[in-house]
């Protein structure tokens, strides 16, 4: 990590020492939002008015369709061609229960066959 000196104008330090200059000023509780649980890598720090500021880099949310993770779990064993006996033996539950969730997940995805599911998780990096 390293701490950032002052610079000429225009120098990405200084335009990141102004945006939270302005930041606080025009926050009402003069605080910047907390980012939560989101941070990856802190690229640079700033202190601004005795208060320390950091320019980071946010991880990008692996993407799940709102499925539930045992929805994906299903459909990811659909896409390695295994029958829904054999996913439901795997899985400790009945024939019926794994047909209930692909219906589910069919339904939040707008679609009609295992081929179609298989092919969007595919396209959204799921499987």
Same mark, same amino acid.
């Given at each position: ?13 200084? &335009? ?5 200059? &302005?930041?606080?000023?025009? $926050? ?61 033996? &795997? ?7 794994? *047909? ?9 995805? $707008?679609?009609? $066959? ?6 969007? *998780? ?6």
């Amino acid at each position: 990590m390293r701490t950032m000196a002052p610079r000429a104008p225009g120098t990405p330090e200084t &335009m990141l020492r102004e945006l939270a200059r &302005m930041s606080v000023q025009t $926050s009402p509780s003069r605080q910047l939002p907390h980012p939560g649980g989101l941070l990856q890598e802190v690229l640079a720090e700033v202190d601004v008015e005795g208060t320390t500021y950091r320019l980071s880099r946010l991880r990008q949310r692996p993407r799940t369709l709102d499925l539930t993770p045992r929805e994906l779990e299903i459909a990811r064993l659909v896409a390695k061609g295994l029958p829904t006996k054999a996913i439901g033996a &795997m899985l400790g539950i009945s024939g019926w229960t794994v *047909l209930t969730h692909l219906r589910r997940v069919f339904a939040r995805l $707008s679609l009609h $066959s295992r081929t179609a599911m298989v092919k969007r *998780l595919s396209d959204e990096g799921l499987l």
